[in-house]
């Protein structure tokens, strides 16, 4: 493949989402750009939770609406009380899970991305997660898993970290096991653990491909100066 294909099959499946002006999504108020601390100064809104409003407005509800997964309930690993308010108006009921830790009512604590056991066949119009699939290896199963579970015409759709992802082909690869710490990590229960990988971009859409979904990865330039990275999968 010459650099042109590389470049025109990257145009394809790379997208940006860019905000309107420099004001957060949630306040309203001026996020100075480039600023040290990503997170809005007036609401102390994280970036990455920011970015999810855009991802919804501009590409998956458009296209969720009109689908036959449509009235199935969404599957949240590890959502916080925030990304679970921004989406909960968008379906008709979602389960809570997680490895570990608790998030709400109604979690189900536990439950490992890369064996969903218990969790039937297209029983789910979407997965959704941010920050997962940065701390396991093991990306392969967990996307063949998250296939299974959704639906036809359902949507995947998951957050990587900048600081864990490459531009490349590589593979995930660990490199740091994560040590709790008072106020940092602390739901690791002893003897379990988790890990800090990093990933290439182009490896992650192709394993999505690899496990059916049509792949794309979308950008959300936030007002910060920070882009967000999310692999969107539909079935």
Not at 19 to 36: A, E, Q, S, T, Y
Request: aromatic share 12%; glycine share 8%; net charge positive.
């Amino acid at each position: 493949m010459n650099f042109l294909d590389r470049f025109l099959k990257r145009s394809r499946d790379t997208h940006r989402v860019e905000l309107p002006d420099d004001r957060c999504v949630f306040c309203g108020n001026d996020i100075p750009r480039n600023r040290k601390k990503t997170n809005c100064p007036s609401c102390e809104s994280r970036a990455r939770i920011r970015s999810l409003v855009p991802l919804l407005r501009d590409t998956i509800l458009p296209r969720l609406v009109a689908s036959p997964a449509r009235e199935k309930p969404l599957m949240v690993f590890s959502a916080s009380s925030i990304e679970r308010k921004l989406l909960t108006p968008h379906f008709p009921g979602y389960t809570s899970v997680s490895l570990f830790g608790r998030y709400g009512k109604n979690h189900r604590e536990g439950v490992d991305a890369r064996s969903l056991e218990g969790f039937a066949d297209n029983a789910y119009c979407g997965q959704y997660s941010c920050g997962l699939y940065d701390y396991f290896a093991e990306h392969e199963p967990a996307l063949t898993e998250a296939y299974r579970v959704i639906a036809p015409g359902g949507v995947f759709f998951t957050h990587i970290a900048h600081i864990r992802l490459t531009e490349g082909h590589a593979a995930p690869r660990v490199r740091a096991v994560i040590k709790p710490k008072p106020g940092f990590y602390e739901y690791i229960p002893a003897g379990q653990q988790m890990m800090n990988i990093r990933v290439g971009s182009r490896w992650f859409l192709d394993a999505m491909r690899r496990a059916g979904f049509e792949a794309e990865r979308w950008r959300v330039d936030d007002p910060c100066g920070l882009m967000l990275d999310w692999f969107v999968g539909w079935k």
